[in-house]
Structure formats: C-alpha cells, structure tokens
C-alpha cells in the first residue's frame, strides 16, 4: 500500500514538473463499453484527421484491427500544455491567430461534453488536439466548433414541431406536400431519415439500357415516401438528407444527380468520414434538443441500397448496433412484419431478410436508437424490381412505416 501511495506521488510529482516545464504529454482514458477506436476519437472530436488515428496507434502500440478493452486506459492524440496566463499562442510559441482560435474553441467544446471540468483560463491546463501543431497540410477542414452547420441545425431544432412538418412536407413535391391526418399514434415522437450517400457520392451504382441507377436516389425517394408516412400519423420526421428540387418521384429511372445537402443547407464534404461525422452531429445535436424538452423517444433510419455481385439476390436486411438492445427488438420487428407481407402477399415466397448487428459508423455514433436497412442488391436484374417501380417503393415505405408503428 505505502509503495503504491509513494508511486502515485511520485507520478504526481512528476506530472506537475513537466507542466510547469511546459513539457506537454498526451492525455489518457478510459475506453467506454462498446468502444472501437474511432469511436474514441469521435468523442474528442479527433476523428476527421488520419494523422490523430496514426498517432494514437502509435501511441498504444495498437494496429486499425484491434479492439479497446473496457476500463481500459490509452492514451489519446491530445496534448496537456501548462497554459501560461497570456494566450495561447505564447503559451506554444506559434504566431498563427486561426490556429489558437481554434484550440480555445476545441477547450470550449471538450468542457460542453464534461470532458473536462474547467476552462483552460482558471485552471492553467490547455488541451491541444494534435493534428493542429503536428498535420500541417490536413486533407479534411479543422474543427470548427461553431461553424454554419451547427448554427443551422441549432436554429431547425427551435422550431415549433408544426414548422419543421411543413418544412419537411414541401420536400415531398407539389403532388405529395398535402398530408392527411391518419393517425396520432406516433405523436411525440422524433423520427430521423437518413438515405445513404448523396452530395458527391451516389453510393453504389450500376447501369440499365445506357441509364445509370444510383443508389442514393432511390433510398432519398423510399426515405421521403417513409417520412410522408410516419407524419401522417402525428409523429416529428426531420429528413436529414434533402434535395429541393426531387421530391417524390414516380418514374421507375430516376435520374442521378449531386445536389443534395444534409438538413437543406449544409454542402457535403467529398471526405466519407467527414460526411458520416457531419450527418451524426447534426442528429446529436437534434436528439439532444429534443431530450431536454421531455421527448423521449427518438429513431433514427438509415436507409440504403446494397451492392453485391449480379447474381446474387437478397431480401431486405436489417441492422442494429450490438450494444442497442432497443435496436435489436426494433429492427426484429421491422423483418417480422415484412415476413408477414411476403406470406399474404407473396405466397410460397419465404422471406429471407436478416437481422444483425454491425459496427457501422451510422450505427455506433447517433444517439437516437437506430436500424440500418438494406433494400436490395442494386445489380441483380430481381432485386431491382424491388425498387425501380414507384409502387414498390411506396410499398416499401408502407412496410417500415408498419414496423415503426408497432
């Protein structure tokens, strides 16, 4: 006991010589249930950077492949420096004001997430992400703690819920912004739908009689029919990737384009993580809005389009994160109601889509309970009939809307 009380006061000792030398050191720990590397990093804000995740396998002697072992400590790719009073830039010897701007906003924000319990000012400890004084030309934007897209989602979120369902219904299109009230069975609760990729990124893709299928435009069309529904029957629907100009589509070749933005305003990064990390944030920030006025239930579908070899076939495929329990029992009852579609629609037809749990970014990172489906393998000649004709995706939508609803 006495070897280890003089060990943690020597590491004390110690700790506290290298702050007042300014000698920085990497700060440290724990690993959460659940945890995988980035998932670490996205809750210091360190994962848009390739630098930050090299360094911290560096730094943990870990390869990409590893897993974090709960309670756990390991060291993360953020700097402790002893802050000198002054301003940052003194304080790390650099001339840059954007720089120090942003590191005082990064303390802001890990202070906002308990992260830490006080500012740098009053407790003379600065915390500095590494890739700002060690990725001197970072392929992605730096943090940027009060950047638009915040600001943006910040202002949806103080909306009255009727404003953001008329919102949300204009983007349905002329012919389908009219809604009848068909229930009140999801009243007072949130919905967010998410379809796959979109902005500089059509997700998978393949080619019919010289017309290229995208796979984003079809899970937008099925996600909006979706939303439509789910409003119908009294629930909050924020659809989180929007294209102004589509709207619900009844042609069965609808038409790639690259124009959609998240939550209307927010251009999408050409980065695939920063596009994921974006599209999470603006839903955090939302789910989190919506939890301190007392709304309690919230869900997020992810919707996309899946892309395997042609000759292969595949039923809709559910997933869930393997920590959600409430997005296991959701997404289980979303595939029994499809394998009760497919016996009174499709006699004979035994219904073979799965449910699973995956360590998808989509999965792990939003805060609302979440399911992530798979509609169909976009380049077998069957599966597509799943999702070219207009009335099979409003089948679709139909279905998931009956699964929400139980």
Not at 356 to 361: D, G, V
Request: hydrophobic content about 35%.
């Amino acid at each position: 006991m006495l070897k280890n009380l003089i060990g943690l006061c020597l590491m004390f000792v110690g700790m506290n010589s290298l702050l007042a030398d300014n000698v920085p050191y990497f700060y440290s720990c724990e690993a959460k249930a659940g945890d995988g590397i980035i998932q670490m990093l996205h809750r210091y804000d360190l994962d848009e950077f390739d630098c930050n995740l090299e360094k911290f396998l560096q730094l943990n002697k870990l390869k990409k492949t590893d897993a974090l072992q709960e309670g756990k400590k390991y060291q993360i790719p953020v700097l402790i420096y002893a802050y000198n009073g002054v301003s940052i830039r003194s304080t790390l010897s650099i001339r840059d004001m954007e720089t120090a701007l942003r590191i005082a906003k990064y303390n802001k924000l890990i202070q906002a997430r308990n992260l830490r319990k006080s500012d740098y000012e009053s407790s003379g400890v600065l915390w500095v992400p590494y890739h700002e004084l060690n990725c001197p030309t970072p392929k992605s934007k730096p943090i940027a703690m009060e950047a638009k897209a915040t600001k943006t989602v910040e202002l949806k979120a103080t909306k009255v819920s009727g404003a953001i369902h008329h919102e949300m219904a204009a983007l349905f299109g002329p012919e389908y912004s009219h809604l009848d009230k068909v229930s009140e069975k999801l009243r007072g609760k949130v919905f967010y739908i998410s379809s796959g990729h979109g902005g500089p990124d059509p997700g998978a893709i393949t080619k019919l009689a010289g017309h290229m299928i995208c796979e984003d435009e079809y899970a937008y069309d099925v996600s909006l029919r979706l939303a439509r529904n789910l409003m119908e029957n009294g629930a909050i629907v924020h659809i989180v990737i929007q294209d102004d100009n589509d709207g619900i589509r009844n042609e069965d070749l609808l038409t790639c384009d690259t124009d959609e933005k998240t939550m209307g305003s927010m251009v999408m990064p050409l980065n695939q993580l920063a596009r994921l990390k974006q599209r999470t944030d603006a839903i955090n920030d939302l789910f989190y809005h919506y939890r301190k006025s007392g709304i309690k239930e919230q869900t997020l579908i992810c919707i996309h389009v899946d892309s395997r070899s042609e000759n292969e076939r595949q039923d809709v495929y559910f997933y869930h994160f393997a920590n959600s329990t409430a997005g296991k029992k959701l997404a289980c009852t979303m595939q029994k109601v499809f394998e009760e579609k497919y016996a009174r629609y499709r006699p004979g037809a035994q219904f073979e889509g799965t449910v699973s749990c995956r360590n998808l970014y989509e999965l792990r990172i939003p805060k609302p309970t979440t399911i992530y489906i798979e509609l169909a393998n976009i380049k077998n000649q069957f599966d597509r009939k799943r999702i070219l004709p207009s009335t099979n995706r409003q089948a679709l939508a139909d279905w998931l809307c009956e699964g929400l609803l139980k």
